[in-house]
């Protein structure tokens, strides 16, 4: 059976793009693979060093997984700090990581120009202990949003060099995963990029944000002076809500604003105000589920023990074999 590996970083609240880039994946996955899923809170160091409280934004994230599908007795769930043997393969997989090719990535160039005042040597291996989080369960698949394209692609280049280097194939290279489909993206409402948990409150809609600031932000994203001609192409902020409402809204729905569009007939408030009223459709009880998971501590406690204990054999198992094929023995 694939093994299936993938996480979250607890830096704020789930949104849409975590939701339909990774989280929904994550709950069909669990029924045909053997499946980790964790919550990235050391990752999440590396952009928020000092979080208000950490141990807090972990909870509000697992109870987000439960609450939203995910099943202790199908999956393994547990939190990235439980399993120190992370930490372990994070240096050894360090000493074949190349700065060249981690100055490269993509997406440390865009995190050192949001944070020029703290470009840590942490936010440079992110890759690398991306990498680590997914090869010490030896996954073959990964479900994540288009975002993470690239570091899947160095996964399988630090995977592939540590096979090359002591000369065995023990790392499979793992794939990102999407049922088939391309990777998701899902935009933000201002039409500037990746719907994201800090590209500001007026561009994310999060599953447990409140009915009415959440009908606020929608009637507030941008829109433009209409189409003035049939059939003209969408402008960026327009597609961006075309592709929200396919989220979220029936197919008919979606027909009607469309031909209303092309036939220049649309009325962007009316747009607006359905595509509210089906988002709250949709969220609503996920919020509500969560709001009840969350109230219940024990509950939160015991699911991470025993994502905790699987994960640690897990990891414990790939440890020992990699400090076999290294050389790291003790003497007797
Ligand atoms: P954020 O970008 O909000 O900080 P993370 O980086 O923690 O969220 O992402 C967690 C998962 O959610 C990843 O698999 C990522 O690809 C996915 N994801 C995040 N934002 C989006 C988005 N806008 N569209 C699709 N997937 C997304
Ligand atoms: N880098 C991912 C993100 O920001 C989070 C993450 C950390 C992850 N380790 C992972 C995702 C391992 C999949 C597998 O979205």
Redesign the pocket.
């Known amino acids: 059976m694939k093994t299936v590996v ?1 996480g ?2 607890p ?1 704020g609240m789930l ?1 849409l ?2 939701y ?3 989280l929904k994946n994550f709950v069909k996955m669990q029924d045909s693979f053997k499946c980790f899923f964790f919550i990235a809170d050391v990752h999440s160091l590396t952009t928020h060093p000092t979080p208000n409280n950490l141990q807090q934004s972990v909870k509000h994230v697992l109870a987000e997984y439960l609450a939203l599908g995910l099943d202790p007795e199908k999956s393994t769930i547990f939190i990235q700090s439980d399993l120190p043997e992370v930490y372990e393969l994070y240096t050894y997989m360090n000493m074949n990581a190349y700065l060249g090719e981690l100055e490269r990535n993509t997406t440390f160039k865009e995190k050192i120009r949001n944070q020029p005042d703290n470009i840590n040597a942490g936010l440079l291996t992110y890759p690398v202990l991306m990498a680590v989080d997914i090869l010490i369960h030896k996954a073959d698949l990964v479900p ?5 394209e690239q570091h899947l692609e160095m996964t399988r280049q630090f995977g592939k060099r540590f096979n090359r280097l002591y000369e065995n194939d023990f790392f499979p290279a793992p794939k990102a995963f999407n049922f088939g489909e391309d990777l ?3 935009p933000g409402l201002t039409g500037q990029g ?5 590209s500001g409150e007026a561009d994310t809609i999060f599953i447990f944000d409140d009915p009415s600031i959440l009908k606020k932000k929608i009637m507030r994203a941008k829109t433009d002076g209409g189409p003035d001609k049939p059939n003209q192409k969408m402008s960026p902020e327009i597609a961006n809500l075309f592709d929200l409402m396919n989220l979220v809204s029936e197919k008919s729905t979606v027909e009607k604003f469309r031909e209303d569009y092309n036939k220049m007939t649309i009325r962007y408030g009316d747009f607006k105000k359905q595509l509210a009223e089906d988002m709250e459709k949709f969220v609503y009880p996920l919020r509500t589920q969560i709001s009840d998971i969350l109230g219940n501590t024990d509950y939160l406690a015991k699911v991470a023990e025993i994502g905790k204990e699987k994960a640690k054999a897990s990891a414990q198992k790939t440890i020992k074999e990699v400090r076999e094929i290294i050389g790291i023995k003790s003497f007797n």
């Not at 994540?144 to 993470?148: A, H, L």
């Not at 990746?194 to 800090?198: A, G, L, R, T, V």
């Open positions: 993938s979250i970083r830096t949104h793009g975590n339909f880039g990774a994540v949003g288009k975002d993470q998701v993206k899902v990746k719907m994201s948990k800090s």
